[in-house]
Every structure is written in C-alpha cells, then in structure tokens.
C-alpha cells in the first residue's frame, strides 16, 4: 500500500528552481508534523525541512533561506519550494511524518549540475 508519492524531481543548472510534491492520504498527513528529507549518495537520510499543523516551520541551516516547505490539506499535498539549486543539493528527496514515520516513498531524484 503506497502511503507517500513524491514527485517533481529533474536535472537543474546550479542557480535554478524546482517545487518537489508529497501526496498523501489524510490519514498520515492532517494533524501531525510533515517533513522533508534527503539522502545524498553514500549519505545517510538527513531532515531539511519540518511544517506543523499550525504551520509554524523549520530547517536545516543548509537548506535555510532558500528552501520553502507548504501544505495544502485540501489536496493532502506537502510541497517543497526550492531555490538557489547548489550541487550539493543532489539527493533523493523523500517526505514523511516527522514522529511516527510511515513507510518512505521512492522519492524524487534532484541533480543539480554546476
């Protein structure tokens, strides 16, 4: 039972911009702490950004500034608005809860060339 599709992924010159999307049921995404993360190659699964419910937000320093995390509950949706695109922003960009994970989505591949 897939719980959690992201979507948005591309190839992007340094400088650019995409919007990553998480589709979820509103079983796993209302009421609770959504969350974005990433997993670069040889890297473990690091968070980047957090949306409560009250829509109070935070972020990794390396992502602040630049990366914009939303939610819109009519379409059970979690986006990430990402700006500025670095190379080091290359990884698979998963979200998911962030108490009480559910099982991880594929995730969308970003590579960011310079």
């Known amino acids: 039972q897939v719980q959690l599709v992201e979507s948005g992924g591309d190839l992007v010159q340094s400088g650019g911009s995409l919007r990553l999307s998480c589709l979820a049921s509103a079983s796993i995404i209302r009421g609770v702490i959504m969350g974005w993360y990433r997993q670069a190659p040889g890297k473990p699964r690091e968070f980047i950004a957090g949306l409560t419910p009250a829509g109070t937000t935070n972020y990794a320093d390396s992502v602040k500034g630049r990366f914009t995390i939303s939610r819109d509950n009519a379409k059970n949706t979690v986006y990430l608005q990402m700006n500025s695109l670095k190379p080091e922003d290359t990884a698979v960009y998963y979200c998911?809860?962030?108490?009480?994970?559910?099982?991880w989505g594929q995730g969308p591949q970003v590579t960011v060339s310079s």
């Open positions: 998911n809860r962030v108490q009480n994970q559910v099982s």
